[in-house]
């Protein structure tokens, strides 16, 4: 049982981690990736204190930072919060279950998913969806990414660095990037840019080992042997697994007041998955400090306006 589950592992839920474990309580972060949408930047010039380096770089210092103060970080994807009686129980997209006296959602808005067969199972194990922290781990094997817009093509430039051979899938006969990325993406000799296909289907055993395409043309399908497979298909705001916990406006953003609170007692909500406007890393990380220091409240039984200058 632990004093809170964060999920979510970007500015905001690494934030929260970091308030909460210096307030001595137990935290586990629950995250798709570590570093959250922060790490796409290439350049981070708007953050104090930190000039001149990438996000990813930022986010490293993030990440480090909780792993110092002992908290633990899953990889995973969330099915399911549900509240039982005081306490909360966390599943994941692989059955596991974990349970918390409080929960944080932290976790931004999310990447698209593709609702194929495998895509759940084969997440974390060769489904991946931010090569910019996660190319290296394909040195010398064979990847896929799917997308057409400036996120694939960057995820490919990226990949052509550490991966012996590049399929570049997407649905239509023309990208929606910018056309100088399309330009560096056909010059490489690595890639096989693969048009007017769609994803139907993942495989493997205990991970990833092909991809079943289909041509939408003449429903053709064929498998490509893969290591790895990066899903980059946009991103939006989801809150169908806690959709009875919290209030949402109509952009489909968690309600919160102005100390984190939604309208689930024990429950807490930072960063772009909230109504807050402004949706910047400096702001996430502010907000998970409050979410953080609310919930601490609510774990110890504080009620009413609390001064608090740590």
């Not at 899953?74 to 099915?79: A, K, N, P, W």
């Not at 998913?113 to 394909?138: S, T």
């Not at 910018?178 to 693969?194: M, S, T």
């Not at 007017?196 to 041509?215: A, C, M, Q, T, W």
């Amino acid at each position: 049982m632990y004093d809170v589950i964060i999920i979510g592992a970007g500015a905001a839920g690494l934030s929260a981690a970091i308030y909460a474990a210096r307030r001595k309580l137990k935290a586990l972060v629950i995250g798709m990736d570590k570093g959250g949408q922060t790490i796409l930047a290439s350049r981070m010039e708007n953050y104090p204190g930190f000039m001149g380096d990438n996000g990813s770089s930022l986010m490293r210092i993030f990440e480090k930072q909780v792993h110092d103060l002992n908290v633990e970080i899953v990889l995973g994807r969330v099915s399911n919060v549900e509240k039982v009686e005081n306490d909360f129980k966390v599943k994941l997209s692989n059955n596991e279950i974990y349970e918390s006296k409080s929960v944080i959602l932290a976790y931004g808005k999310v990447p698209a998913q593709l609702n194929i067969p495998g895509e759940e199972k084969f997440f974390g194990r060769g489904i991946h969806i931010y090569a910019v922290y996660d190319a290296p781990l394909f040195k010398d094997k064979t990847v896929a990414v799917i997308g057409g817009g400036n996120s694939a093509l960057d995820s490919v430039l990226i990949l052509s660095n550490y991966a012996k051979k590049i399929y570049l899938i997407h649905r239509r006969n023309e990208f929606r990037g910018e056309q100088v990325n399309v330009e560096k993406v056909r010059a490489l000799k690595n890639v096989e840019i693969i048009l007017e296909n769609v994803p139907v289907e993942f495989k493997g055993d205990d991970k990833l080992n092909s991809l079943v395409i289909k041509n939408i043309n003449d429903n053709e399908l064929k498998e490509l042997n893969l290591d790895g497979c990066f899903v980059e298909i946009g991103y939006m705001n989801k809150v169908d697994f806690v959709k009875d916990l919290v209030d949402v406006n109509e952009k489909n953003e968690i309600v919160v007041d102005m100390y984190c609170n939604t309208k689930t007692k024990g429950l807490f909500a930072a960063g772009d998955l909230t109504i807050i406007p402004y949706k910047q890393t400096i702001t996430s990380a502010g907000e998970g400090c409050k979410a953080a220091l609310t919930c601490d409240n609510y774990i110890h039984g504080k009620t009413g306006l609390v001064i608090d200058w740590t």
